[in-house]
């Protein structure tokens, strides 16, 4: 141990060598940088002991000098280690002598700074607030000192800038830092590229591509194509007919772009007679539409957003639709003057000595429709003498054509049509009776005489005849309910009287009743009327004079007899069956009739 300690304090060298020197390069005249000739080197068989079997070093004894044997990767021979050296001792004989010889080798840049993923993805929330960091991949660099990793680039900076953290090993932690918010509608898609450079003549780099992809937020509200929609629609078109579709958009992507539509409410019920597809924008007629009531519909169609989860509000926007009305002819015009009324006649005077144009009277009349439907013409259709009058086309006054004279009849009827100009158009006619005389009376005369209106003559007629018709009917009811009373109840007591014939009754004569025997035969000879009552069973004898006093006797039968004189001879039996043939054969012609 003494020898080596002595021999290494006399002998030890340093060189230092670049890596990756090609194989036989020189590292140093070993000879010469310890004193020995080549005869020692060659007597003392020098040779090189490495202890770790791995000779990047060869001698050359001849030369006396070191030479590369093996390429040197420093990265791989000491890694982040520096400095980095070959460690091994040259070993002389006869005698043993040792010399230590150290080779640093040093870096030279070799090594790109790499990363161990080509790319990275992100996916941002394009609501993610200004500073919001995210993590990037690290570089590696082989080499070490300046040749290794030294710094990074980010581009383009446009939304994220790149921030470096020194960490406690000595490495630095990169980060992408958000600058400027995202807006997915703008752009969807961000591709950015991260470099890393190191320090190294020449300088190398190396890169990693980041993807980002923008998710999509509701924070974009419907747009529509227009600010105002604006149609017309002919009044009482049917139902179903389709008057516009609203159109919008939403930059927003997925459920937070669909689009439904809805109809606000609004003070004049549009909602009531539109409807708007909530899915295609269709507005449609869903009621009765009248221009005479309503002219214009103007109603606020709103865009209602689904949104993508219970946490996130719709957002929605409004258009306003505009309707307008066109009229069309459903009406025909109404006269206003003179009134058309059947209960009286009313007549427009003219004396005899009316000039050529005198005004007799204005027809009025107005239509409820609107533009050239509403355009009135009046014409004469029938007169009673066509020559004498004439009207207005446009203002419906009627004038005599010529002089009045006395052989123009008192009452004269002018029947005129006024008419609209629509398509199809429509009309009404009034009847206008003028009476041409010189005085009130005369005209009073005549204006009695004036016929009524025909419809409203037939009309009255007809009901005059119902009404007798229907009292007679009733008249007629109501007498043979009553003659059916009485032969039902006649017929009751009928059978009661016959049922109890034989019990002893005594019944009640009223005075001059004739006596009768018990022959049943009335004595004297007189003229008698025999009355019988439905109600009682008395029967009542009334005769022209004067008869002997009635003698009332109930014989051991029961059977009342009168005793009187009479000229012919009737028993009781013969005068009931006349009489209950009589009441049967009037029962029998009600029934029948």
């Not at 021979?77 to 040093?106: D, K, S, W």
């Not at 161990?116 to 660099?141: H, Q, T, V, W, Y």
């Not at 307008?324 to 003057?337: C, F, R, T, W």
């Not at 003179?338 to 007549?347: C, E, R, W, Y």
């Amino acid at each position: 141990n003494t020898f080596f300690f002595f021999c290494s304090a006399l002998g030890q060298v340093s060189y230092s060598i670049p890596e990756e020197m090609a194989k036989g390069s020189l590292v140093g005249n070993i000879a010469q940088d310890l004193g020995l000739d080549l005869k020692r080197l060659k007597s003392g068989k020098a040779r090189i002991y490495t202890g770790d079997s791995a000779e990047y070093i060869e001698l050359n004894k001849e030369r006396g000098v070191l030479l590369i044997k093996e390429r040197i990767d420093r990265e791989a021979l000491c890694g982040q280690t520096t400095p980095c050296a070959l460690h091994f001792q040259i070993i002389l004989e006869n005698p043993m002598q040792l010399y230590r010889v150290t080779v640093e080798v040093t870096d030279i840049n070799d090594n790109a700074p790499m990363f161990s993923k080509a790319e990275m993805r992100f996916e941002i929330n394009e609501l993610s607030s200004s500073g919001a960091r995210f993590p990037l991949e690290r570089a590696i660099d082989h080499d070490v000192g300046r040749n290794g990793l030294q710094s990074y680039s980010l581009e383009p900076t446009d939304n994220f800038v790149l921030k470096l953290q020194n960490l406690p090993d000595g490495n630095k932690a990169v980060e992408m830092v958000l600058q400027t918010p995202l807006d997915r509608e703008r752009k969807d898609h961000i591709s950015l590229l991260l470099t890393a450079f190191d320090g190294g003549e020449p300088q190398m780099s190396g890169t990693m591509k980041i993807h980002i992809t923008v998710l999509d937020a509701n924070d974009n509200a419907p747009v529509c194509s227009q600010s105002v929609y604006k149609t017309s629609i002919a009044e009482n078109s049917p139902k179903g007919t389709v008057l516009t579709t609203v159109s919008a958009s939403d930059a927003d992507q997925g459920s937070n772009g669909r689009i439904s539509f809805s109809m606000s409410s609004t003070a004049d019920k549009a909602a009531d007679i539109f409807e708007i597809d909530p899915e295609s924008g269709v507005v449609k007629l869903i009621g009765g539409i009248d221009y005479e009531i309503r002219k214009y519909y103007q109603t606020d169609v709103q865009f209602r957003v689904k949104a993508q989860d219970g946490g996130s509000p719709p957002l929605s926007s409004n258009v306003s639709v505009k309707i307008m009305i066109q009229d069309q002819n459903d009406n025909a015009p109404q006269v206003l003057y003179p009134v058309q009324s059947g209960a009286s006649v009313v007549a427009e005077i003219v004396p005899r000595s009316a000039d050529v144009g005198y005004l007799v009277t204005k027809v009025v009349a107005v239509d409820v429709d609107s533009g050239q439907n509403a355009w009135l013409s009046y014409k004469l259709q029938k007169a009673t003498d066509r020559a004498l009058f004439e009207v207005g086309l446009q203002n419906g006054e009627i004038r005599t054509v010529r002089q009045v004279t006395d052989k123009d009849a008192v009452k004269q009827r002018l029947t005129v049509v006024v008419e609209d100009n629509g398509q199809p158009s429509r009309s009404a006619t009034v009847n206008v009776n003028v009476a041409v005389a010189d005085s009130f009376p005369e005209v009073l005369t005549e204006f009695t005489d004036f016929p009524h209106d025909k419809e409203y003559n037939d009309n009255l007629t007809f009901y005059l005849v119902l009404a007798l018709a229907v009292v007679s009917f009733l008249f007629i009811v109501s007498i043979i309910a009553i003659l059916s009373v009485k032969c039902y109840r006649w017929r009751r007591e009928r059978m009661f009287y016959k049922s109890g014939a034989n019990l002893p009754v005594i019944p009640y004569y009223p005075p001059l009743y004739a006596d009768v025997g018990g022959t049943g035969t009335l004595q004297q000879v007189y003229n008698y009327e025999v009355c019988r009552t439905t109600d009682s069973r008395k029967t009542d004898l009334k005769y022209d004079r004067p008869c002997s006093e009635s003698i009332i006797s109930l014989d051991s039968s029961g059977t009342h007899t009168l005793t009187h004189a009479q000229r012919g001879k009737l028993t009781n039996e013969q005068f009931d069956d006349q009489v209950r043939i009589f009441i049967s054969s009037l029962c029998s012609s009600l029934q029948h009739f």
